[in-house]
């Protein structure tokens, strides 16, 4: 089986250092500062002491001295979630270099330096419904059960991410970065499902994959297209004009989407698989850090 | 159109292979995308332009179906008919017959009529030509072919109804004699009435159009009026009449009779719906001059409710009898009131040229007929060197198996059956005519020269059983009628409106003055006698002239069909149609192929451009 990310990859992923950054909610400690005073072993300042008070952090020398009650103030490190949900409808078995299998190269990636940040990673693939979930865990000993789980998946179904979205969000996972990556080519649209998961306690990021072939068809002639997903079928004949039509609606879908997304400070990437698949991810990590920065 | 070759017809089970063929076209190409969605957005601005490449789809198919079809034309060598001279011709025949007095409403039908054609006039256009054709008992031209419409309309307006019936079936066939034959002449028929003539002729031939004029009225009519001396009663008359109720309503009206010296009969006569009733009078007394029969009612019709007829006058015709004893004969030829009969066993050779000079009619009975003849002879078994018939032998007990039923002689005469026991052979010339024929032998012949009219028996009616039959005074009346024709027709006193009155004019350029029922006078000079006057179209007493002799001659109606205002219910109606193809059409044939020819070509041509066009959208 071709290894999803090859070993020269891995060794550029982890001179990246960018991936951990501020003010990520959480409450499991881990490589990401939080704002938020806890139990770190990092000291940042004293006050008086409140009922209710951890009486562990009470400092008891200062009580000693002062004969007054202090507790002691530390940065709680903690941990983040990573949620990367993967599209594995049918439509992205398609493409002269496979969309799921970018996919699942991106993911893996993701995963990796998830996983070397000491975050949870947890993997969830959907196409109309949510189809499996990985739970999310820490430690870069969970890699390798990361890989065998995108390895046996394969791309199957219908596509509806509002529905999926809004299921997640229903779900009552933890706060944290979510991940979705997916074609977007989806009658039922894409926004509600967006608007749903930006609302709440998630950090919402959104890589859309298509191949070229999407973009701008090879086709022409007399024909009878068929939906990958829903087998329905359209007989036409596609001259130029129609095929500059084509590309015309599908650049305004694109923007469509691009457009949603940096309106609601959503993080959004588009890549077509004609692109090496190192190209993008280290571009789309040096976007990614300098949109935190 | 016609195609003059329809075998090339077969080429149309081509398109059945070619639909066949197009319907194993190559499938398109499936292919599977993953934005549908966005193609559907494409075709929906594209409806255009979709639409258009479906027709591209199916544009094909249907040119090469059409390339078919105009082959399958081609091949079967279709010609059409061309009209050289598209002016339309109008042969007018307006009915001026007695019906055509009849009254609706204060107008008569005649009047309805002139309208009724002046209003079909106006449809004319101006290269229209018409003529008008009198539709009378003499139909005539009254115009012929003209663009002229104020002509025509002048001619019409001088045109007059007679008291005759019309001959309608022979205006028509004039009418018909004027047809070009190129399909767009038409007879326009203007008629009150319909017989099976006017049927039969609209059938026959196409380009007749009848307007039908006239509602059907009701009409009592005297149909039949004779007056005859009764047998061996001197000065003692039977006068005949007959009257028909034509109406739906049963009527009651009175009759009158009258001579000149007064009234004969006055009486009411009651007649039910569509009844006829004959009546008998007998009159005593001097009975000169004319009598008059008329009925006093109300109607639809006044021209047949008076009559008029002259005393019969009885003329004797001269009969020489030749006959070493004939029994039957000479008592049937005693019987006939007007025959003044001489008898003699043997031919008075010596006086023989005058005997037949001065008689009517020469009669020998198994006598050979001198030589060098001429006059009016009846021959039985008679026999002469010059005669165009000879005996060739003896026939027994020879059986009758045709004679000439149209022949006036055998008028009403069927011998079928007729036992002769003996006759005797005969042969006759091209100029001789077979009356009645046996199976051995003509048994009646007839001849006709300037000079000579005889009919000859080869047989002995004595040796038949001819005289017991009532065909033989009738065979024997009809003979001397054929044999001497003018002593009859002298008799007649009264006549039908449109038949001739017969005047026998004994000397060469005499003047024949003849007063009409109008009391206008027509003077004629006759060369040479007989004389018939035909303007006898108004019914009433006529006055017959010549040089000091006058007589009367009354002209009645006497028409049933003219008396029957109902007829126009019967007329056949026809549509009427601009132009018509008539059986004689003189139209030019024009074959059309190489027309389709030419279209096949660009149809074909087209066809490729839309092949090149869709392979271009490809």
Redesign the interface.
Same mark, same amino acid.
């Given at each position: 089986m071709e290894p999803l990310l090859d070993e020269s990859f891995l060794r550029q992923l982890q001179t990246i250092k960018t991936l951990a950054q501020k003010g990520v909610k959480g409450e499991n400690a881990g490589i990401h500062r939080s704002m938020k005073s806890g139990s770190s072993m990092e000291f940042m300042d004293y006050r008086k002491y409140q009922p209710g008070d951890d009486i562990r952090y009470v400092d008891w020398n200062v009580y000693a001295r002062t004969n007054r009650l202090f507790v002691k103030l530390f940065h709680a490190e903690k941990d983040q979630k990573l949620y990367i949900m993967m599209d594995a409808s049918g #439509?992205m078995a !398609?493409g002269n270099a496979d969309k799921l299998t970018y996919v699942k190269k991106i993911t893996a990636a993701l995963g990796y330096l998830g996983l070397a940040g000491q975050d949870q990673v947890g993997i969830t693939t959907f196409s109309d419904r949510i189809e499996q979930i990985k739970s999310p865990q820490r430690g870069k000993d969970v890699y390798l059960s990361l890989l065998d789980f995108l390895t046996g998946l394969n791309a199957k179904g219908q596509t509806d991410i509002n529905a999926v979205l809004e299921s997640f969000c229903a779900a009552g996972h933890q706060p944290g970065q979510v991940v979705v990556i997916s074609?977007f &080519? #989806?009658?039922k649209g894409f926004k509600k499902g967006f608007r749903a998961l930006a609302g709440s306690k998630f950090k919402l990021s959104v890589i859309q994959v298509v191949?070229l072939d999407?973009i701008d068809?090879d086709?022409?002639?007399? &024909? #009878? +297209? *068929?939906? =990958?997903? !829903?087998g329905?079928? &359209? #007989?036409?004949?596609v001259?130029d004009?129609?095929k500059a +039509?084509?590309r015309q609606?599908?650049t305004a879908?694109l923007s469509d989407i691009r457009m949603f997304c940096q309106n609601r400070g959503i993080d959004y990437h588009l890549v077509d698989t004609s692109v090496p698949f190192t190209d993008f991810f280290l571009g789309y990590l040096g976007a990614r850090q300098e949109r935190n920065q | 159109m016609q195609l003059n070759y329809l075998p090339g017809l077969l080429t149309l089970l081509f398109i059945p292979v070619l639909i066949l063929l197009h319907s194993m076209r190559r499938?398109? =190409?499936?292919?599977? =995308? !993953? *934005? /549908?969605? @966005?193609?559907?957005?494409?075709?929906q601005?594209?409806k255009h332009? =979709?639409f258009f490449?479906a027709l /591209?789809?199916n544009v094909s198919l249907l040119l090469q179906i059409l390339v078919i079809l105009l082959l399958a034309l081609a091949l079967s060598n279709p010609s059409v008919f061309l009209n050289k001279d598209m002016a339309k011709r109008v042969i007018i025949v307006l009915d001026t017959s007695a019906g055509m007095k009849a009254l609706e409403n204060g107008t008569s039908r005649f009047e309805t009529a002139l309208a009724a054609v002046q209003e079909k006039m106006n449809t004319l256009g101006r290269q229209d030509r018409a003529m008008l054709v009198n539709c009378g008992p003499s139909p005539s031209v009254v115009h012929s072919f003209t663009t002229d419409k104020a002509s025509l309309r002048k001619r019409l307006g001088q045109m007059k109804t007679t008291d005759a019936p019309a001959d309608t079936e022979k205006a028509v066939s004039l009418a018909i004699s004027f047809l070009s034959g190129n399909g767009t002449d038409q007879i326009w028929l203007f008629a009150d009435r319909s017989d099976e003539s006017i049927d039969a002729l609209t059938d026959l031939h196409p380009a007749i159009v009848p307007v039908r004029i006239g509602k059907p009225l009701s009409n009592v009519g005297i149909t039949g009026f004779d007056i005859r001396q009764i047998s061996g009663r001197k000065n003692e008359l039977e006068i005949y009449i007959r009257i028909e109720n034509f109406g739906n309503q049963p009527v009651i009206f009175p009759l009158k009779i009258k001579t000149g010296s007064g009234q004969i009969v006055s009486r009411q006569i009651g007649l039910d719906r569509h009844q006829a009733k004959a009546f008998v009078f007998e009159h005593k007394g001097s009975s000169s001059g004319i009598i008059t029969a008329e009925i006093e009612i109300e109607d639809g019709l006044s021209a047949d409710n008076k009559v008029w007829a002259g005393q019969p006058l009885m003329v004797k015709k001269n009969i020489f009898l030749v006959t070493k004893g004939n029994y039957f004969l000479e008592t049937l030829l005693a019987v006939f009131p007007d025959c003044r009969v001489a008898t003699s066993p043997a031919v008075p050779l010596e006086t023989w040229h005058n005997i037949c000079e001065r008689n009517d009619i020469v009669i020998l009975d198994q006598v050979p007929l001198p030589a060098k003849s001429h006059g009016n002879f009846l021959l039985i078994n008679s026999f002469a060197p010059d005669l165009p018939i000879s005996a060739k032998g003896v026939a027994d007990a020879p059986e009758i198996i045709d004679w000439q039923k149209d022949s006036p002689i055998m008028k009403g005469i069927n011998p079928k059956g007729m036992y002769i026991e003996t006759a005797t052979k005969v042969t006759g010339d091209d100029t001789t005519l077979v009356l009645l024929e046996s199976d051995r032998t003509p048994l009646i012949l007839q001849h006709y020269t300037d000079r000579t009219k005889l009919v000859f028996f080869a047989f002995n009616p004595e040796q038949s059983d001819l005289p017991l039959r009532v065909a033989f005074p009738v065979l024997i009346r009809n003979i001397f009628q054929w044999l001497d024709p003018q002593s009859s027709a002298f008799m007649s006193t009264h006549i039908r409106t449109g038949q001739p009155i017969v005047v026998d004019v004994k000397k060469d350029n005499t003047v024949v003055a003849i007063r009409k029922p109008s009391q206008k006078w027509d003077r004629i000079m006759v060369n040479k006698g007989p004389f018939l006057y035909s303007k006898t179209h108004e019914a009433g007493v006529y006055r017959v002239r010549v040089d000091s002799e006058s007589r009367f001659v009354a002209v009645n109606l006497l028409d049933e069909k003219e008396s029957d205002l109902t007829g126009p219910e019967r007329l056949k109606e026809k549509k009427q149609h601009s132009t018509r193809v008539g059986p004689l059409g003189r139209k030019t044939q024009t074959h059309v192929w190489g027309g389709i020819t030419m279209l096949i070509l660009m149809v074909f041509f087209a066809e490729i451009w839309v092949r090149f066009k869709?392979s271009r959208? @490809?």
């Amino acid at each position: 089986m071709e290894p999803l990310l090859d070993e020269s990859f891995l060794r550029q992923l982890q001179t990246i250092k960018t991936l951990a950054q501020k003010g990520v909610k959480g409450e499991n400690a881990g490589i990401h500062r939080s704002m938020k005073s806890g139990s770190s072993m990092e000291f940042m300042d004293y006050r008086k002491y409140q009922p209710g008070d951890d009486i562990r952090y009470v400092d008891w020398n200062v009580y000693a001295r002062t004969n007054r009650l202090f507790v002691k103030l530390f940065h709680a490190e903690k941990d983040q979630k990573l949620y990367i949900m993967m599209d594995a409808s049918g #439509s992205m078995a !398609t493409g002269n270099a496979d969309k799921l299998t970018y996919v699942k190269k991106i993911t893996a990636a993701l995963g990796y330096l998830g996983l070397a940040g000491q975050d949870q990673v947890g993997i969830t693939t959907f196409s109309d419904r949510i189809e499996q979930i990985k739970s999310p865990q820490r430690g870069k000993d969970v890699y390798l059960s990361l890989l065998d789980f995108l390895t046996g998946l394969n791309a199957k179904g219908q596509t509806d991410i509002n529905a999926v979205l809004e299921s997640f969000c229903a779900a009552g996972h933890q706060p944290g970065q979510v991940v979705v990556i997916s074609d977007f &080519l #989806s009658p039922k649209g894409f926004k509600k499902g967006f608007r749903a998961l930006a609302g709440s306690k998630f950090k919402l990021s959104v890589i859309q994959v298509v191949a070229l072939d999407e973009i701008d068809p090879d086709f022409k002639g007399r &024909l #009878s +297209l *068929a939906d =990958v997903e !829903t087998g329905q079928q &359209l #007989s036409l004949q596609v001259n130029d004009r129609m095929k500059a +039509l084509y590309r015309q609606k599908m650049t305004a879908y694109l923007s469509d989407i691009r457009m949603f997304c940096q309106n609601r400070g959503i993080d959004y990437h588009l890549v077509d698989t004609s692109v090496p698949f190192t190209d993008f991810f280290l571009g789309y990590l040096g976007a990614r850090q300098e949109r935190n920065q | 159109m016609q195609l003059n070759y329809l075998p090339g017809l077969l080429t149309l089970l081509f398109i059945p292979v070619l639909i066949l063929l197009h319907s194993m076209r190559r499938k398109p =190409v499936e292919k599977q =995308v !993953t *934005a /549908l969605f @966005i193609w559907e957005k494409v075709m929906q601005e594209q409806k255009h332009a =979709v639409f258009f490449q479906a027709l /591209l789809k199916n544009v094909s198919l249907l040119l090469q179906i059409l390339v078919i079809l105009l082959l399958a034309l081609a091949l079967s060598n279709p010609s059409v008919f061309l009209n050289k001279d598209m002016a339309k011709r109008v042969i007018i025949v307006l009915d001026t017959s007695a019906g055509m007095k009849a009254l609706e409403n204060g107008t008569s039908r005649f009047e309805t009529a002139l309208a009724a054609v002046q209003e079909k006039m106006n449809t004319l256009g101006r290269q229209d030509r018409a003529m008008l054709v009198n539709c009378g008992p003499s139909p005539s031209v009254v115009h012929s072919f003209t663009t002229d419409k104020a002509s025509l309309r002048k001619r019409l307006g001088q045109m007059k109804t007679t008291d005759a019936p019309a001959d309608t079936e022979k205006a028509v066939s004039l009418a018909i004699s004027f047809l070009s034959g190129n399909g767009t002449d038409q007879i326009w028929l203007f008629a009150d009435r319909s017989d099976e003539s006017i049927d039969a002729l609209t059938d026959l031939h196409p380009a007749i159009v009848p307007v039908r004029i006239g509602k059907p009225l009701s009409n009592v009519g005297i149909t039949g009026f004779d007056i005859r001396q009764i047998s061996g009663r001197k000065n003692e008359l039977e006068i005949y009449i007959r009257i028909e109720n034509f109406g739906n309503q049963p009527v009651i009206f009175p009759l009158k009779i009258k001579t000149g010296s007064g009234q004969i009969v006055s009486r009411q006569i009651g007649l039910d719906r569509h009844q006829a009733k004959a009546f008998v009078f007998e009159h005593k007394g001097s009975s000169s001059g004319i009598i008059t029969a008329e009925i006093e009612i109300e109607d639809g019709l006044s021209a047949d409710n008076k009559v008029w007829a002259g005393q019969p006058l009885m003329v004797k015709k001269n009969i020489f009898l030749v006959t070493k004893g004939n029994y039957f004969l000479e008592t049937l030829l005693a019987v006939f009131p007007d025959c003044r009969v001489a008898t003699s066993p043997a031919v008075p050779l010596e006086t023989w040229h005058n005997i037949c000079e001065r008689n009517d009619i020469v009669i020998l009975d198994q006598v050979p007929l001198p030589a060098k003849s001429h006059g009016n002879f009846l021959l039985i078994n008679s026999f002469a060197p010059d005669l165009p018939i000879s005996a060739k032998g003896v026939a027994d007990a020879p059986e009758i198996i045709d004679w000439q039923k149209d022949s006036p002689i055998m008028k009403g005469i069927n011998p079928k059956g007729m036992y002769i026991e003996t006759a005797t052979k005969v042969t006759g010339d091209d100029t001789t005519l077979v009356l009645l024929e046996s199976d051995r032998t003509p048994l009646i012949l007839q001849h006709y020269t300037d000079r000579t009219k005889l009919v000859f028996f080869a047989f002995n009616p004595e040796q038949s059983d001819l005289p017991l039959r009532v065909a033989f005074p009738v065979l024997i009346r009809n003979i001397f009628q054929w044999l001497d024709p003018q002593s009859s027709a002298f008799m007649s006193t009264h006549i039908r409106t449109g038949q001739p009155i017969v005047v026998d004019v004994k000397k060469d350029n005499t003047v024949v003055a003849i007063r009409k029922p109008s009391q206008k006078w027509d003077r004629i000079m006759v060369n040479k006698g007989p004389f018939l006057y035909s303007k006898t179209h108004e019914a009433g007493v006529y006055r017959v002239r010549v040089d000091s002799e006058s007589r009367f001659v009354a002209v009645n109606l006497l028409d049933e069909k003219e008396s029957d205002l109902t007829g126009p219910e019967r007329l056949k109606e026809k549509k009427q149609h601009s132009t018509r193809v008539g059986p004689l059409g003189r139209k030019t044939q024009t074959h059309v192929w190489g027309g389709i020819t030419m279209l096949i070509l660009m149809v074909f041509f087209a066809e490729i451009w839309v092949r090149f066009k869709r392979s271009r959208q @490809i």
